[in-house]
């Protein structure tokens, strides 16, 4: 008989709302955050029990303990990117989310984290790399920082290191779309489809993956000019432009470890294809 679990998705958003979508599909009880009032009736809609929950709390915030009460809480929510005082505030939201988790006794904290806690420097990196100090942005420090204290909260944990996100809607040529002097023209980029990781996080949940990180990024790492004056063609959007290289640091994340050890393929696994 499959095994269903009461999974509670904080933050759905781009991801989690499809992820919400598949976990439902697939049999379990799913519970679904968002900050916005607005969005609660959609979650409800698609058959997910929301909430409204925005963290830190603010003291008017109510304790929303059902959505506490679950298997698996997966952990969904970006550091505000630029904020100055990010790290500080997302170290607050953990202390709250982990706080909840002891007390409500949730077994397993799935958390979706980011490539950026790797050097930009690493050549072809693996998930053994991460080294704090060393991240290619601030806010991989702070989801460096956010793993290590999952990792030491008592419950069970996996963390998957998400590349950039791109699919139906969401694309990065749109941010650099007609700008020019961009530097980095053979760096390869490092992107994962939308629908790979639903996918995935499905896969780590079927087979209990858990105490463990994986590197969620498809197969094909092309040049980032290629790529993004390909897709600015297949989106009809202005090129941007690339000085000519002198870089010599360069990064691959591999994803071996995930493709070994969940027997998992890529739906996309070429950013070049320019799907959906
Ligand atoms: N974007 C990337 O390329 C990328 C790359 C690697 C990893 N990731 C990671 O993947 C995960 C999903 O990213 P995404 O692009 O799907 O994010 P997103 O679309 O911005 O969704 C984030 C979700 O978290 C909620 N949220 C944001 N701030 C919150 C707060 N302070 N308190 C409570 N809820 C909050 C949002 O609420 P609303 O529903 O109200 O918006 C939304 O539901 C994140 O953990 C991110 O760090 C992203």
Redesign the pocket.
């Known amino acids: 008989m499959k095994e269903t679990m009461k999974i509670s998705v904080?933050?759905?958003?781009?991801?989690?709302?499809p992820l919400a979508q598949n976990l439902l599909e697939e049999g379990h009880t799913v519970k679904g955050?968002?900050?916005?009032k607005e969005?609660l009736s959609i979650l409800k809609q698609a058959g997910i029990d929301s909430y409204q929950?925005?963290?830190?709390p603010g003291k008017s915030q109510q304790d929303h303990k059902p959505f506490w009460d679950c298997d698996l809480l997966f952990?969904?929510?970006?550091?505000?990117r630029g904020r100055e005082n990010a790290d500080e505030?997302y170290n607050q939201?953990l202390d709250y989310v982990l706080a909840k988790a002891k007390e409500h006794n949730i077994s397993w904290i799935l958390?979706?984290?980011?490539?950026?806690v790797y050097s930009e420097k690493g050549g072809l990196t693996y998930e053994v790399d991460a080294v704090p100090g060393t991240a290619a942005r601030p806010?991989g420090e702070t989801?460096l920082n956010a793993e290590q204290r999952i990792q030491k909260s008592g419950c069970d944990w996996t963390i998957l290191?998400?590349?950039?996100?791109?699919g139906y809607g969401?694309h990065?040529v749109k941010y650099l779309s007609g700008r020019n002097g961009l530097n980095g023209a053979s760096k390869p980029v490092n992107l994962v489809h939308q629908v790979d990781?639903v996918r995935a996080v499905s896969a780590v949940i079927r087979q209990k993956k858990r105490n463990t990180i994986y590197n969620v990024v498809s197969d094909g790492h092309p040049p980032r000019k290629e790529f993004y004056q390909s897709a600015a063609e297949h989106f009809d959007l202005p090129q941007p432009n690339f000085n000519d290289d002198t870089e010599k640091n360069w990064r691959v994340v591999s994803n071996q470890k995930l493709k070994d050890e969940l027997q998992f393929t890529f739906s996309y696994p070429n950013p070049m294809d320019h799907t959906p």
């Not at 904080?10 to 709302?17: A, K, S, T």
């Not at 955050?33 to 916005?36: D, E, G, I, L, P």
């Open positions: 904080l933050g759905c958003g781009w991801l989690g709302f955050s968002t900050t916005s969005k929950i925005e963290l830190p952990l969904n929510i970006p550091p505000g505030e939201i958390f979706a984290s980011s490539t950026s806010s989801m290191r998400f590349g950039g996100l791109y969401r990065p990781c």
